[in-house]
């Protein structure tokens, strides 16, 4: 190739607003009809070929459990065992495609789903998933069109990262694709996420073994669609529901295994890495372990915060896709003084939030994933109720009769050591301590220190010197820190999404870094007179 073409600009895709009236509200509501009434079969796909194992499971929807939408075929370890083999196989010519080849299909795969894939995929995350039309449109559809774009933007910078040269010498890096296969492994939460964890690997040369999650396979299903479309050759991504335990068997014991690519639980995540440390000797390289995990993530109000967006944050931050965001907010720390007005504030507007089923567009809430979650959360409320120490402030109730509902709840606690609010929840529950107004440098200790994670936080403050003294307190306390904001929300291209300590490998998502774990960097060296005489000018006679 003669020519150094320019990736496209990228630019953050608009997100729709299904305000009454307009096209799209039509459009959704259409696909959403179409989805809910057609129960899909959905096969393994290894190399391109359809597999059928006979061993399936259902997705059912979060907010009516009854019903059906999809049959899943689960992987067998010799389908496993498939998957990696044709991923190695794949690579061989996938990783001598030139960078531009790669990038085209997946900005094509972009454009695809900026247009007549869009409504399909948010369609089947709100029926799958339970996600409000609008939870789905920044994750299915604009925050996976983002990750597609600016990952090729990202890229192409990568690849320009070239060394200096002296006399007579020409250096170059060149990033090659991993040897092996990533094993994608994704969560229920967020589609966009399941699509980057196979796709990031894939635009560097490198292929993957894709598990989607159980509860969100009926929309990452649709989207491995959209990359074959696209033009994906067959192999490169492999679509494998499957038993994560045999799974996890299966593939680390492969030769070629190069890496993982997970969201998911802390414990899940460690025990993967123990697991591969185990192997580490038949491996051929080391693999490359990225991963986001757990948070227990805050908000802390100094008494100058405005308390009208103070209450908001809380109520979008914490509430908003029934709190199954790892970035949701679980905990607050607010003032004693600011306490009656925020109060009073909360109930009120949580008190006006609508729960139900997606497909009522007035509702800001649907259900929780499944009846684990469910049953793990309400277990959290249930406890709370019997302590003395804490308040239900609002919510608290639940039903599983249809699907898997819980109200919006907000706990106050008297100690701020509960478990309410030093343990991962991942539901519909904001737990406030009340601290004294004068202990405001105390508090942010407290907040340092309550939980081993660290993915977000936000601070609400007027007052700047606050605000100095809040972000170096809590340099190491969140990845991903909210100046006067929820810490929920991050934009590709805008806020790279990463936490440490408990919380992952902080290889921030959506970002360079990110894409720099999928290769493999080799310097060349090219001498164009090179030497004759191997003596030097100093060894000369006087």
């Known amino acids: 190739m003669n020519s150094t073409p320019n990736v496209p600009q990228p630019h953050n895709e608009p997100v729709l607003s299904y305000a009454p009236g307009t096209p799209e509200r039509a459009t959704v509501q259409e696909e959403l009809k179409r989805v809910w009434q057609d129960e899909i079969e959905i096969p393994v796909i290894v190399g391109g070929k359809e597999v059928r194992t006979g061993d399936t499971y259902q997705v059912v929807s979060p907010h009516d459990h009854g019903h059906t939408l999809a049959t899943v075929h689960s992987a067998d370890a010799a389908t496993v065992a498939a998957a990696a083999a044709a991923a190695v196989e794949a690579q061989r010519e996938w990783g001598s495609w030139s960078f531009v080849d790669r990038a085209a299909v997946f900005l094509k795969a972009a454009d695809l789903l900026a247009g007549p894939w869009r409504q399909l995929i948010n369609a089947s995350t709100m029926a799958g998933q339970s996600k409000t039309v609008y939870q789905a449109e920044i994750d299915a559809a604009a925050e996976m069109i983002d990750f597609l774009?600016?990952?090729?933007?990202?890229?192409?910078?990568?690849?320009?990262?070239?060394?200096?040269?002296?006399?007579?010498?020409?250096?170059?890096?060149?990033?090659?694709?991993?040897?092996?296969?990533?094993?994608?492994?994704?969560?229920?939460?967020?589609?966009?996420?399941?699509?980057?964890?196979?796709?990031?690997?894939?635009?560097?040369?490198?292929?993957?073994?894709?598990?989607?999650?159980?509860?969100?396979?009926?929309?990452?299903y649709h989207l491995f669609r959209l990359f074959e479309e696209a033009g994906l050759p067959p192999g490169v991504i492999n679509f494998v529901p499957g038993n994560p335990v045999m799974m996890t068997d299966v593939l680390f014991a492969e030769e070629r295994m190069a890496g993982i690519h997970f969201t998911g639980s802390t414990a899940v995540f460690q025990s993967l890495w123990q697991k591969l440390a185990a192997n580490l000797d038949r491996y051929r390289s080391y693999p490359r372990i990225v991963g986001e995990t757990g948070g227990k993530d805050f908000i802390v109000a100094h008494p100058s915060a405005d308390v009208a967006a103070l209450t908001v944050a809380m109520v979008r931050g914490s509430y908003e896709y029934q709190g199954q965001k790892c970035s949701a907010a679980s905990r607050c720390y607010v003032p004693k003084s600011m306490w009656p007005e925020l109060r009073e504030r909360l109930v009120a507007m949580i008190g006006d939030i609508r729960m139900g089923d997606p497909a009522d567009f007035s509702n800001f809430m649907a259900a929780v994933i499944d009846r684990k979650s469910y049953t793990k959360i309400t277990g959290y409320i249930e406890e709370a109720k019997a302590d003395p120490g804490i308040e239900i402030v609002a919510g608290g109730g639940a039903s599983d009769e249809v699907g898997y509902f819980i109200e919006p709840t907000l706990l106050r606690a008297d100690d701020p050591h509960a478990r309410v609010i030093c343990e991962e929840i991942f539901g519909p529950v904001l737990s406030v301590y009340v601290y004294p107004d004068d202990s405001w440098s105390e508090t942010l200790t407290l907040v340092d220190t309550t939980s081993p994670y660290a993915l977000t936080g936000a601070v609400f403050a007027q007052d700047r010197a606050a605000l100095i003294e809040a972000k170096r307190a809590l340099r190491y306390a969140a990845g991903n820190f909210y100046l006067n904001d929820k810490p929920s929300g991050a934009v590709v291209g805008q806020q790279p999404f990463g936490g440490a300590r408990a919380s992952g490998t902080n290889d921030k998502a959506g970002s360079p870094l990110n894409l720099l774990r999928w290769v493999s960097p080799q310097t060349i060296k090219e001498t164009f007179v090179p030497p004759i005489d191997y003596r030097y000018p100093h060894m000369r006679a006087e």
């Open 149 to 220: 774009k600016f990952n090729v933007h990202y890229a192409e910078q990568i690849y320009g990262m070239q060394p200096d040269a002296g006399p007579g010498v020409w250096n170059r890096m060149e990033y090659r694709p991993l040897e092996g296969f990533i094993w994608a492994i994704s969560p229920f939460n967020f589609t966009s996420i399941g699509g980057n964890l196979c796709s990031a690997p894939a635009l560097m040369g490198t292929t993957a073994v894709w598990k989607p999650s159980h509860t969100s396979t009926l929309s990452n």
